[in-house]
């Protein structure tokens, strides 16, 4: 999970330097989280699917 998120921070820092802090960081945090949620439980959200 937080492999996840880490990575979303840093996407959202890069983002922010190119387009706005706030929305750059939130943005990047989101898909941090939406990328583990994929990759722990798969598209469908069921655990084990992924």
Known sequence: MWNGIRGGIWNGIRGEI????????????????????VLEYGETGQPGAG
Do not use: A, H, L, N
């Not at 802090?21 to 939406?34: L, T």
């Open 18 to 37: 190119r387009g706005g802090i706030r929305g750059g960081i939130w943005d990047g945090i989101w898909d941090g989280i939406r990328g583990w949620i």
